[in-house]
């Protein structure tokens, strides 16, 4: 990879990685839906809270209007594409890279699935060679996607030592230059372009009011999913200076809430074994993310929901607005829908107003199987 301090860690990084990567990606479409941001606006029932620490109390009422950036219409399927352009993009700008047979050499990485497609369609893209290590437990929809694009598809273990093992090898052996999936600033840099447009897109989609006079000035927060931490860290620094909250969601089955537990203790976790449906977000914090996402003027907080709550949410997205999107991509959703914790946060800081709450999606990478298996699970 270029030099990982060659960008600073501000807005200004990924607004100059928005204009580089624009003639390589789509802009994917802003949604808003009537009935989830009412569905989010009503308190849940005392049986809803039925067993958890807020029993018997009060429950939140806060009010949110949602706004969903559709990163499942990117290419590849998912906000991927975003940071491995960019970084692939630096890469060839770097001095000596190609020079040195950087080209020739290759890159490789490791990948559940969305950032494999991503670096294989970008490297395919820019004439570059890729190797891609894959968990062999990766949905067979993202690893054929991935070998689509031509891409060396390799085997692996499912924990982050595993799959970094295997692309060791492949270092050794070819010489290729890594791309790590979140782990580098120029990755994390690419991926907030996503929260960047969102903001935009927003205050586009206000306008002004009937009286004309100026809009509602854009959003209160952004709430993104959090598994290697790169699209929460590159969203935080996208919204820097602004006024915009943001939070981060994880799943909590077999401890993917590792952002979360890693906050508390004071300490990055650096080891996740889970299987939670939200495949995607099966990984620890990287370092560098973890450097951003720890800075509480940074990331608010991050918060996690059930396996339930996930397919619950999913289901709604699928029927209510008819987008078809995988289990990690609503996870942020279902944080607002059904954490209580987060939603005692919306009503205290949302005053009389109600909230403008950006929500990304992440990818649709998921096949009618595997969406039918998932819901035919008990």
């Avoid at 399927?77 to 975003?82: L, S």
């Avoid at 497609?117 to 054929?144: D, E, F, G, W």
Wanted: aromatic content about 6%.
């Amino acid at each position: 990879m270029a030099d990982p301090n060659s960008l600073p860690l501000a807005r200004s990084s990924v607004v100059s990685a928005h204009a580089l990567i624009t003639p390589y990606i789509h802009h994917t479409p802003v949604l808003t839906s009537t009935y989830l941001s009412n569905l989010a606006s009503t308190p849940r029932t005392a049986a809803e809270l039925a067993d958890t620490p807020w029993a018997g109390q009060a429950p939140a009422n806060p009010k949110i209007r949602f706004w969903f950036k559709c990163e499942n219409f990117q290419k590849v399927g998912a906000f991927k594409a975003r940071g491995a352009f960019h970084a692939l993009l630096r890469l060839v700008e770097s001095e000596g890279w190609e020079e040195g047979g950087g080209r020739e050499r290759g890159v490789v990485t490791h990948s559940s699935g969305n950032h494999a497609q991503a670096v294989s369609l970008a490297s395919a893209t820019l004439n570059i060679p890729s190797h891609i290590v894959m968990p062999r437990i990766s949905t067979p929809a993202k690893i054929a996607a991935t070998q689509s694009y031509g891409a060396h598809v390799l085997f692996s273990g499912s924990t982050a030592p595993e799959r970094e093992a295997v692309v060791a090898d492949v270092i050794a052996d070819t010489g290729a230059t890594l791309i790590p999936p979140y782990d580098h600033p120029h990755v994390m840099i690419g991926q907030g372009t996503a929260g960047l447009e969102l903001q935009g897109q927003v205050v586009e989609a206000q306008g002004e009011d009937k009286e004309g006079g100026k809009g509602r000035g854009g959003l209160n927060a952004i709430i993104a999913p959090c598994g290697g931490g790169g699209l929460l860290s590159g969203t935080a620094l996208s919204a820097e200076g602004t006024g915009i909250l943001v939070f981060g969601a994880e799943p909590e089955f077999e401890g993917a809430d590792d952002c979360k537990r890693g906050l508390a203790a004071g300490k990055r976790i650096e080891v996740v074994k889970s299987l939670t449906i939200g495949d995607g977000l099966r990984t620890p914090v990287g370092a560098w993310p973890w450097k951003v996402i720890s800075d509480t003027k940074m990331v608010r907080g991050v918060y996690s929901v059930t396996e339930e709550q996930i397919k619950a949410t999913l289901r709604l997205v699928l029927e209510r607005m008819k987008v078809v999107v995988e289990p990690s991509a609503v996870v942020g959703l279902a944080v607002a829908l059904w954490n209580e914790d987060f939603r005692r946060v919306v009503e205290k800081e949302q005053g009389e107003e109600v909230w403008d709450l950006g929500v990304v999606f992440t990818g649709g990478n998921v096949n009618l199987e595997g969406l039918g298996k998932l819901f035919e699970a008990k």
